[in-house]
């Protein structure tokens, strides 16, 4: 049903490369312990455009001014091999090589196939995105920045993957909206020059030196799993938000609402999990760095500079506690991420550089107990108009064989949450179906 037919494939740079400005971005520890992760992938579901609107040729014209002011996307990674030491060191090369852009077709693809009952998603939806199977080290031969373009019966899906190491997402989706505005616009006099982040960890000698034994390409680890989109509504979130404050009793400390919703989540995951009672669950959830650093940094700055928060229980004490105490692990977790331990963690890395694998040592077992949660509602993925029309839905292709995946957006109605999970079947329950409504 989803035969998706290649219409063509270009690169696309930016309007204009001055080399005598050319520049080389160091990679921070932050960047660096992605390097054997996958690119991360999201995709905007639009209605179709008229015909004469000719969105291939705006969409690539587009793109090339949006790169001249998002440079480094335009880059490729360098790799400099070090025999002296045995190690290598990477960066950056803002050489204007350009993106990746795929115009692809699926006319026979409805709208409705991608908005199925029930919020699943179909297992149709790879062959939508271009990036499949490619890792931040990739970024040396392949494109720091993918696109695809695919011409549905009676829509339009965007699709991109990104090189991590270059960019987060509050750096990738602030590019797809000036990418977007362009788009709609047809200039880009209003748009702000972009700011890089500064090196700002001081004692770390750039470029850092990691093992080669360190950057062996780890098995690629394929978990069956199942998606699904979870649709929290306002008045959803408001009665989680409400009870997990109630049960901690606390004045002093809030839950937010994106805590109460991922603390109901892992909870409700973990009653259907079989895990045993002093079996440990953990959940993993990336949190922007930007405000907490001191002196901060400005919000707009392009990077990656974001930090994991890891919030670890026994099955016993979640089943036993309830929703209120498991947002409260998390809640303690994220507001441990401060100027102090983003810097100690980067200082003591570089004395004793390992790279995280993009997977969980232990088998499928072991990665039921991991939750990783990425994105964030706070990104507006739903205010991007390329000139016909604002999405209607957004998707994620997690591609990371590790545990179960949270992609957090927000809803299309104000104040609402969706989380396009990725559950592995050894844990998943048709109970999970009403999940987000049983509140």
């Known amino acids: 049903m989803a035969d998706v037919i290649l219409a063509s494939s270009t690169i696309v740079r930016p309007e204009n490369i001055n080399q005598s ?31 004469e609107t000719h969105i291939i040729p705006k969409l690539k014209a587009s793109l090339s001014t949006a790169l001249e002011i998002y440079f480094p996307l335009a880059g490729r990674l360098i790799k400099i091999d ?22 692809a077709k699926a006319e026979l693809v409805s709208i409705n196939d991608f908005l199925q009952p029930h919020d699943s998603v179909p297992n149709f939806t790879r062959c939508f995105f271009p990036a499949n199977d490619l890792k931040s080290s990739d970024g040396i031969s392949e494109s720091l920045l993918l696109l695809q373009v695919t011409e549905l019966k009676d829509g339009v899906f965007i699709s991109f993957g990104y090189n991590h190491m270059v960019a987060d997402g509050s750096s990738f989706w602030n590019f797809i909206h000036t990418w977007s505005t362009i788009c709609l616009n047809g200039s880009s006099s209003h748009i ?5 982040k500064e090196l700002f960890l001081e004692g770390i000698d750039y470029p850092i030196h990691i093992p080669v034994p360190e950057t062996k390409i780890p098995q690629k680890c394929e978990i069956p799993s199942k998606e699904r989109v979870f649709h929290f509504t306002k008045k959803n979130i408001s009665d989680l938000k409400a009870k997990a404050n109630e049960e901690i009793g606390s004045s002093d400390l809030k839950i ?3 805590q109460a919703v991922l603390a109901h989540l892992w909870l409700s995951i973990i009653k ?6 002093e079996e440990e669950s953990h959940i993993i959830v990336a949190a922007d760095m930007r405000r907490r650093l001191n002196p901060p940094l400005d919000m707009a700055c392009f990077g990656n500079v974001t930090h994991q928060a890891m919030a670890t229980a026994t099955a016993g004490e979640m089943l036993d506690q309830g929703l209120g105490w498991a947002a409260l692990q998390i809640n303690e977790q994220v ?5 102090e331990s983003y810097k100690t963690f980067a200082e003591t890395w570089v004395r004793n550089v390992k790279l995280p694998l993009p997977k969980i040592s232990g088998g499928p077992r072991k990665a039921d107990t991991y939750l990783v949660v990425t994105s964030s509602p706070w990104f507006e993925v739903y205010d991007n108009d390329f000139g016909w029309g604002k999405p209607i839905a957004v998707r994620a292709e997690p591609n990371n064989g590790f545990g179960v995946s949270l992609v957090v957006f927000r809803g299309v109605e104000e104040g609402s949450i969706d989380v396009h ?7 998943w329950s048709d109970v999970l ?3 987000s409504t049983d509140v």
Not at 421 to 427: E, G, K, Y
Request: aromatic fraction near 8%.
């Open 256 to 258: 937010s609402s994106l």
């Open 192 to 196: 702000q020059p972009l700011v890089l």
């Open 335 to 339: 507001r441990s991420l401060t100027n």
């Open 421 to 427: 999970a990725t559950i592995p079947l050894s844990i």
């Open 272 to 277: 259907q999990s079989r895990l045993n009672r």
């Open 21 to 51: 400005c050319r520049t080389k971005i160091h990679l921070t520890p932050y960047d660096l312990k992605l390097l054997n992760f996958a690119y991360p992938q999201r995709g905007l579901l639009f209605s179709k455009p008229d015909q």
């Open 433 to 435: 179906v009403n999940l």
């Open 82 to 103: 070090r025999p002296e030491d045995n190690t290598v060191s990477y960066y950056v090369d803002c050489d204007g090589s350009g993106a990746k852009f795929i115009h």
